[in-house]
């Protein structure tokens, strides 16, 4: 590997680690557009207070017997009850489930209070609408493409005002509609707006992984902002100790807003809201995250997005969300040509673990031109080292004539010093945009491979040696790599730089190294990509290595 392709690697590296810490850096605070009428902040401060469960006022209606629904739509069961006028008891997930799974729940005891209905009344009091409400339709229903839709209805009274709220399911969708009317209330309040809110966030399933992709997001015009709630570190966890009581608001409209694990979301798309608000805090057992959202008494309609971040669920929502999911949001371009490369050979061929190696075999045959330029380019290089160096020493004192020197030296051997820089920039956005997708993209979960890599999102551990994993790939992955840098250097002539040279010789350590502790958590689809590419790698060395020189180089 020779010293450009090297200086990428270690760029690649350094925007991986420092990444996260650049976007809490400069995770901007909320923004109103200019042409929106803002909401009174006293009042939002009024909402703002009820972030810690502390309410002035609770709805005095008398509970009704609780009840509850189970709703199959296909691609999920979901368990609801008329708490708080439907609140999900349970949202099991039939999809992309790990074998050592039986199920794969969105809810659990942190954010079973959930879909919460409040107002401010004239007295200034929060009033909150937890109590049960009373059933006015709806039942137990399993959805299919003939019966594809299925609504439950939900009313309770304020001060003899009737307030309702209706859920609809629909088939194969993670979507859901959630009306509430409280127009009947409308002079009973103090604005004349209401709040809807997720409280609890969701649970972890993805163990420390999770840390790094736990944020906030809530767009606004277009432009999506992060509310970081995990570990900035890159090696973070989504351990509660590292989770400080924080909120952000964002005042407007917000085309979408929710909370986001590694796989799974939870996304309010309003009709139209004056103010967002996110809360995030510790718990017992993981990261608690609140969703407000504020909007005008008359607009009843909003939508619930609760389930898997996968690529077509999230784009059929048109809230532009899906530009969060594949990775950074620059490459997005870049990213869905290689998302949709890797479901069209899934396609053909349904295995993601084949899938990848094919993947790593397309991208260096695609990329081959370039990288044989760049390799050629490194050649060259090395074959004239002993000759500048020479001429390093022997006009060392001299830097004009040196350089002159050194330019006919390129002009003779017809090499141009930057031409191995070029084709490592045009790559450098697909190889990256590989890195997002296949550490990001939810098709990897639950897929094996073969024999002990039977999760491709997860780390192939292969035995523990007391709580340390044993994890096979990061291995054969950085040995690949020390193996390629050597290839690198095999053909490298005598009479070089000797500082050079120890360079060469300390990186081929110390790279692959650093490269094995940086890997070696991370998902097995991962590492089965690099290792693959890393051997193709090798193959391409080797037929550069092995190509006619055009004779010795003369100069100096």
Known sequence: MDRKTLTGFILIGAILLLWPSYLELISPSEKPPEKDVLPDTAIIEKYSQTSNGIYSELDKTPNQESRSFTIDGGSYVAKINNSAGGSFLSFDLKKHLKRDEKNLDLIDNINKKNLLVSFINQSGEVVVLENNWSVVSGASATLSEGFNEAKVAFKTNYMGRTITKELTFYYNSYEVDVSVGLREVKDLTLDEKYMLSWSGGLPEHEGSQDGMFMEGLVSQAGSIESFRVGASSFFGSSNTKNISEENKKYVGQADFAGYRTKYFGVFFIPQKSDMVEIIKYPTASRAGVDINIMQDINLEKNKLYLGPLDYSSIESLNVGLEKKILGWQWLSSVSWLVYSVMISLFGLIPNYGVVV?????????????????????????????????????????????????????????????????????????????????????????????????????????????????????????????????????ANQPAGGDPAQEATQQMMKYMFPGMMFFLFYSFPSGLNLYYLCFNIMQIVQQKIINNETPNGPPRGG
Not at 389 to 394: E, L, S
Not at 414 to 429: E, H, S, T, Y
Not at 465 to 488: D, R, W
């Open 357 to 489: 190696v094919l993947f790593a075999v397309l991208i260096k045959l695609v990329t081959y031109p370039l990288m044989a330029k760049q390799l050629r380019s490194s050649k060259k290089m090395q074959e004239i080292s002993p000759i500048m160096n020479k001429i390093k020493t022997k006009y060392k004192n001299n830097p004009a004539v040196q350089q002159q020197k050194i330019a006919a030296l390129f002009q003779e051997h017809k090499i141009n010093p930057l031409a191995g820089c070029l084709p490592l920039l045009i790559q450098m956005p697909i190889l990256m945009s590989v890195f997002m997708v296949f550490r990001n993209t939810i098709e990897f979960r639950g897929e094996s491979f073969f024999l002990w890599i039977n999760d491709l999102s997860a780390a192939d551990t292969l035995l523990y040696l007391g709580e340390i994993p044993v994890n096979v790939l990061p291995f054969l992955m950085s040995a690949s790599m020390y193996y390629t840098m050597k290839l690198s250097t």
